[in-house]
């Protein structure tokens, strides 16, 4: 069975960093692409980084580029994501996602980041 | 980048019934190699993650109750939901994962009349 947990989620000041992670069981982590996509309270869907199998290839939307940068560590079966100048609306629930193909097939339960003074 | 517009914003249905909820996107996400519309839908219930249920426009996800649809082509997506039952009451999503960045529609809200 596909499981993904992520943690690292908390309260955070604008401007500083947090990392996330994701622990990945139940499939052979290193072929598959990777990706985070999180969820504002009240709000939709937003797509925030999605990693190559190797880890050689990374993609961002505008809203995080420069600013955040996933990563894997394949011999863990993890997922990352550090998060640098945080901002209000950076505040969101951040699920792992295993893609399969291009789309987002099996998520887990999110992290919840709120960006607050 | 693709925009993809969702509507209704909700819908309010009862037991039995059928629901349609579609799905735009500004660009066209039918790759000419393969023919396939690079299409996906989800759905979320409260306090949950999303789920897939669709992809490829058309295609059920393993396990995905047959009254799940998926139809269109192009720009223009459906998801058809036939005899509703208390338990597709959520949130419904369109993902297009054409091309980066990959862009989700607004969402649909599900409730019971």
């Known amino acids: 069975e596909v499981q993904l947990v992520e943690s690292g989620g908390g309260l955070v000041q604008p401007g500083r960093s947090l990392k996330l992670s994701c622990a990945a069981s139940?499939?052979?982590?290193?072929?598959?692409?990777m990706a985070w996509v999180r969820q504002a309270p009240k709000k939709g869907l937003e797509w925030v980084a999605t990693i190559s199998t190797s880890g050689s290839r990374t993609y961002y939307p505008d809203s995080v580029k420069g600013r955040f940068t996933i990563s894997r560590d394949n011999a863990k079966s993890s997922l990352y994501l550090q998060m640098n100048s945080l901002k209000s609306e950076d505040t969101a629930t951040y699920y792992c996602a295993r893609q399969l193909g291009d789309w987002f097939a099996y998520w887990g339960q999110g992290t919840l980041v709120t960006v607050s003074s | 980048d693709i925009v993809m517009t969702q509507s209704p914003f909700s819908l309010a249905v009862s037991e039995g019934e059928m629901v349609t909820i579609n799905c735009k996107s500004s660009q066209s996400l039918l790759s000419s190699g393969n023919q396939k519309n690079y299409l996906a839908w989800y759905q979320q219930k409260p306090g949950q993650s999303p789920k897939l249920l669709i992809y490829y426009a058309s295609t059920r996800q393993s396990g995905v109750p047959d009254r799940f649809i998926g139809s269109g082509s192009g720009t223009d997506f459906t998801l058809t939901i036939s005899d509703v039952q208390a338990e597709d009451l959520a949130d419904y999503y369109c993902?297009?994962?054409?091309?980066?960045?990959?862009?989700f529609g607004a969402g649909t809200k599900l409730e019971l009349k």
């Open positions: 139940g499939f052979t982590f290193s072929n598959y692409y």
């Open positions: 993902l297009q994962h054409y091309s980066y960045p990959y862009t």
